[in-house]
Nanobody, 114 residues
Framework: QVQLVESGGGLVQAGGSLRLSCAAS????????LGWYRQAPGKQRELVAT???????NYADSVKGRFTISRDNAKNTVYLQMNSLKSEDTAVYYC????????WGQGTQVTVSS
């Protein structure tokens, strides 16, 4: 069983930055497509960014140019650097790993105050 543990969420003012981290418990991490999703109150969970095992990235239009996803396979960790944060980025952020099946973290709250 793969376990994903997110960290790095918190409260930040608009225009600020945060870096989220997600550590995985098993070595399939290097074979998986990794991603960050978010869910705001009353809304559906949505894709934020993904990174393939080869390092190809994909971003939601709403975060392009502000967020950067990266991975360190040696540390079984995926990161989400979030800059120029806006109030609409407020959500619970979830880490995801896709390899044969989907694995999810427990989520970390990001709150951006305006």
């Amino acid at each position: 069983q793969v376990q994903l543990v997110e960290s790095g969420g918190g409260l930040v003012q608009a225009g600020g930055s945060l870096r989220l981290s997600c550590a995985a418990s098993r070595s399939i991490f290097s074979l998986a497509t990794l991603g960050w999703y978010r869910q705001a109150p009353g809304k559906q969970r949505e894709l934020v960014a993904t990174i393939s095992r080869l390092g190809n990235t994909n971003y939601a239009d709403s975060v392009k140019g502000r967020f950067t996803i990266s991975r360190d396979n040696a540390k079984n960790t995926v990161y989400l650097q979030m800059n120029s944060l806006k109030s609409e980025d407020t959500a619970v952020y979830y880490c995801n790993a896709q390899f044969i099946q989907a694995y999810w973290g427990q989520g970390t709250q990001v709150t951006v105050s305006s």
